[in-house]
């Protein structure tokens, strides 16, 4: 039974996705496809457009057998991290492959890339930490360092420039460092960059572009040809039931509060809040009254949107340094949801697997799964929603 | 020049306060009335009804010369750290005679029980000690413990079940223990119990009482009878402008998220929170999705309803234990308010007095001061309004 593992976010589903499982299966020739997905919060340090709940049955209604959960710890967090807990519970999942999307689309530059970063890495980290220094963001200083150390820019070698291409090296990265059996493969993304707006005529088009769409015009059926049927009547019964599509702009008055009830101090305690940035976070959430102008507001060349977005997310859930730092690898495989086939292969298997299976949060006292729980509360709270602990609560979704 | 000061909250202005400034003046011969009043959160752990610069507004326009903030850490405090801030600042003030309202109604029974009270208080001390541990709340156990002291309750000594007897107690202690120029008088209040509900056909109602017939119809008319005409105007103003009268009801939604967001070990770190209660609390918010179930949950016989308010305050506003004890006494003299006379007594006393006159916050860091602005911030947020930092904008009210 072949087992290929892929590492998503779902944000939400969409054709995209569904060729990439497509050609996950085909590639190598999988008998299973595994999803490890985010949960409520995402990497680029935002509230999930809809549930984990909803969006594991987007993934099983569309080709995935078993969508495990990646923890808080490790789905907000910067791209190493982040590669780092997906490639080591597809590892635990005792997945044969792990298959994922890039701009690059072949694995062999990857591979030379991993290679040349290692065997020079002393250099690598001694650049980046210049261009940090000069003043640039840590991917820029990253892929600036990286240009330095390639003879010429060619096919050999990957472009780290591009996002997926970023994730990609980092699940490299990740799979050997921790010496993992998962072979890595990488197939060419289908579709317009990963910011890009939907297009009228194509049926493809970036997570981004369709949740923008849908904010904007405040309706879903005019993405509907870039989503699966069961994607869009998932979102479409999820807005039927006058429930907002989460962001940042809709959890504002939550996270305006929590920021203005902070001290400077205790702001600094926050994962990824960085000295110095504290006093601009309380200075901007004082004079700003929605979300983007705060955002312009403290947005500089030192820090990407994303990072700073990362660092609300943690203020926002109560999430420190020092907890992110205690939390180094899995510690338990969450079960989102399964449908038969995922369900013979975690029957086969778990007795093998290296971590615990959880089914439904009990009275666990596990950190790492405590502070999942409480992002599920506190995301509920932000949409308006009342009722808590449904971790504990909501079975694994079968279909 | 003979000044007299009054400790009020006026939450909102009603005809008692009315009564009691007029007592208050014609009983020393006053030829200014200083009232020393509670900003945003109130002694009783509860959000004002309306804003302090509303509730300013009313006290200058019913007889009150001169009204100056009791700052966050005593206006929300305990009894005797409440009657400790609003005393020395009446003495910083260079007041003469310090009147309050009580049940008792004659200054020489509160005389009597002090000096009972001080020369007996190592017995007294243990008594209350011995009855907390048995279970009862602090005031009921103060009570019980003072009534094992006294031979016989008669009129020599203060009923101190009364809640404005209580106050009383502890104005006369802290005029006493710091020894100040102060002469402590009474008026006897006319009204009702301190909670009771409005009844038709008088004019005297408790300003719980009035609060909850406005929450109860949502309507401020059949309530004009317990109001003087410049306070009912002010409260109409207000619901006029679509504002909503503050309570925690209104507030819950930012308070059970700030209570969801936070630890066990982090919640009793706040000010009043006493250990095991902190479990309590958090269950409480998981479960209810109101605040008067809340309430309901957490409320034992060893916790009084306000003492849990005051924990709710303390964590609503982020202030802790250690905050607490570090704000012994005021540190300056806020001015909210004033009439032409309270300008010129501010005018020919300024220089003698022994703390920093304030007009408008300006970049100060004292702690102290910096509660109290972070105070209106939060609770302006609670009210849903966007403006931060009104404590440096809004000059004092000259009426």
């Known amino acids: ?60 209604s569309n080709g995935a057998d078993l969508v495990i959960e990646l923890p808080y710890a490790f789905a907000t967090a910067q791209a190493s991290d982040f590669a780092k807990g997906g490639v080591l519970l597809l590892d635990a999942l ?14 062999d530059p990857f591979l030379n890339t991993y290679t040349l970063l290692e065997e020079q890495n002393a250099s690598f980290q001694q650049f980046i930490q210049e261009f940090v220094k000069s003043g640039l963001s840590y991917p820029s200083a990253l892929n600036k360092a990286y240009q330095a150390l390639i003879p010429d820019s060619n096919a050999q070698f990957v472009d780290l420039s591009q996002p997926n291409n970023i994730l990609g090296y980092h699940y490299i990265e990740a799979a050997r460092k ?8 990488t197939i060419l993304r289908k579709q317009a960059g990963y910011h890009d707006p939907v297009q009228e005529g194509t049926t493809i088009a970036s997570a981004t572009g369709i949740r923008q769409a849908i904010y904007e015009q405040q309706d879903i059926e005019h993405v509907s040809g870039f989503l699966p049927s069961a994607s869009f009547d998932l ?13 940042w702009t809709y ?52 820090y990407t949107w994303t990072r700073i977005q990362r660092m609300l997310t943690h203020i926002f859930t109560n999430f420190t340094w020092s ?16 449908n038969q086939n995922g369900q013979k292969y975690l029957s086969e298997r778990k007795k093998s697997m290296s971590l615990p299976l959880i089914s439904r949060a009990a009275s666990s006292k596990e950190p790492m799964l405590l502070q999942d729980i409480k992002a599920t509360d506190l995301y509920m709270l932000g949409l308006g929603k009342n009722k808590m602990g449904l971790d504990y609560r909501i079975p694994p979704i079968r279909i």
Chains 1, 2 share one sequence.
């Open 94 to 107: 005792q997945c044969d492959y792990l298959c994922f999307g890039s701009e690059q689309g072949s694995i």
């Open 1 to 60: 039974m072949i087992a290929t593992g892929v590492i998503v976010e779902y944000n939400p589903f969409h054709n995209g996705h569904l060729y990439h499982i497509k050609q996950s299966r085909e590639l190598t020739d999988a008998d299973i496809i595994i999803a490890v997905m985010s949960g409520h919060f995402l990497q680029r340090g935002e509230p999930a457009f809809v549930d984990k709940w909803t969006r594991t049955r987007m993934a099983i």
């Open 178 to 185: 921790f010496q993992t059996a998962l072979k890595p493969t």
């Open 251 to 302: 959890f504002w008055p939550y996270l305006r509060f929590t920021l203005l009830r902070l001290t400077p101090g205790e702001l600094k305690e926050y994962a990824e809040v960085t000295e110095g940035i504290e006093f601009l976070l309380l200075e901007a959430a004082k004079e700003c009254t929605d979300f983007i102008s705060f955002m312009k507001k403290v947005k500089s060349k030192r």
């Open 323 to 338: 907890q992110l730092k205690s939390m180094d690898t899995p510690r338990y495989i969450r079960i989102l949801g399964m």
């Open 235 to 247: 979102l479409n019964e999820w807005s039927q039931g006058n429930q907002p599509f989460a962001s």
